[in-house]
T-cell receptor, first 111, second 114 residues
Framework: SQQGEEDPQALSIQEGENATMNCSYKTSINNLQWYRQNSGRGLVHLILIRSNEREKHSGRLRVTLDTSKKSSSLLITASRAADTASYFCATDAGGNTPLVFGKGTRLSVIA | DAGVIQSPRHEVTEMGQEVTLRCKPISGHNSLFWYRQTMMRGLELLIYFNNNVPIDDSGMPEDRFSAKMPNASFSTLKIQPSEPRDSAVYFC????????????FGSGTQLSVL
């Protein structure tokens, strides 16, 4: 069953604009992770934020986490056509339990 | 490191046939996961192994599905008999549980059951 639910399902923006994707989840987490999937490929890990963190940066990526609202957001700044992909959030309850993925946001960046 | 390796990359078969998907995890990773991805249901966990032992197979849809991990470097997912509704992309992923929470995915097997 899905734990994370991304919003919006699809997003289309112009190159250079910022893209924001949101993720909501239902149960307690140890950390939350974002992954990217190019068409026809496997998912690739982008960034991880722990439950005691509120914000994290990695290059053009900025992730926030609000555990009181059980939500996270992924911001991609100054988007490029190469950022076109599907983006998934995944929740990790810790221990040896598996990640649970949302259905993803399909991002299209138009040059 | 070559990453997680899956084979075949594409599989087209007829209903009723047996299908075997293969996965080689990253060396040193002790957890292996099989996921299935469809447009309707997204990415679903089928089964996962820790140290070659199946931990949770509650995601396996039916008895037609079975998975094995005979050693730390190889796993199979078998569907027998296959049905058209099994058509999906099947991903294998691995991680070094205890040292990293990141999952590393293979490129997937696109399965089409006619």
């Amino acid at each position: 069953s899905q734990q994370g639910e991304e919003d919006p399902q699809a997003l289309s923006i112009q190159e250079g604009e910022n893209a924001t994707m949101n993720c909501s989840y239902k149960t307690s987490i140890n950390n939350l992770q974002w992954y990217r999937q190019n068409s026809g490929r496997g998912l690739v890990h982008l960034i991880l934020i722990r439950s005691n963190e509120r914000e994290k940066h990695s290059g053009r990526l900025r992730v926030t986490l609000d555990t009181s609202k059980k939500s996270s957001s992924l911001l991609i700044t100054a988007s490029r056509a190469a950022d076109t992909a599907s983006y998934f959030c995944a929740t990790d309850a810790g221990g040896n339990t598996p990640l649970v993925f949302g259905k993803g946001t399909r991002l299209s960046v138009i040059a | 490191d070559a990453g997680v390796i899956q084979s075949p990359r594409h599989e087209v078969t007829e209903m009723g046939q047996e299908v075997t998907l293969r996965c080689k995890p990253i060396s040193g990773h002790n957890s292996l996961f099989w996921y299935r991805q469809t447009m309707m249901r997204g990415l679903e966990l089928l089964i996962y192994f820790n140290n070659n032992v199946p931990i949770d197979d509650s995601g396996m849809p039916e008895d037609r599905f079975s998975a094995k991990m005979p050693n730390a470097s190889f796993s199979t997912l078998k569907i027998q008999p296959s049905e058209p509704r099994d058509s999906a992309v099947y991903f294998c992923a691995s991680r070094a549980t205890g040292t990293s929470e990141k999952l590393f995915f293979g490129s997937g097997t696109q399965l089409s059951v006619l």
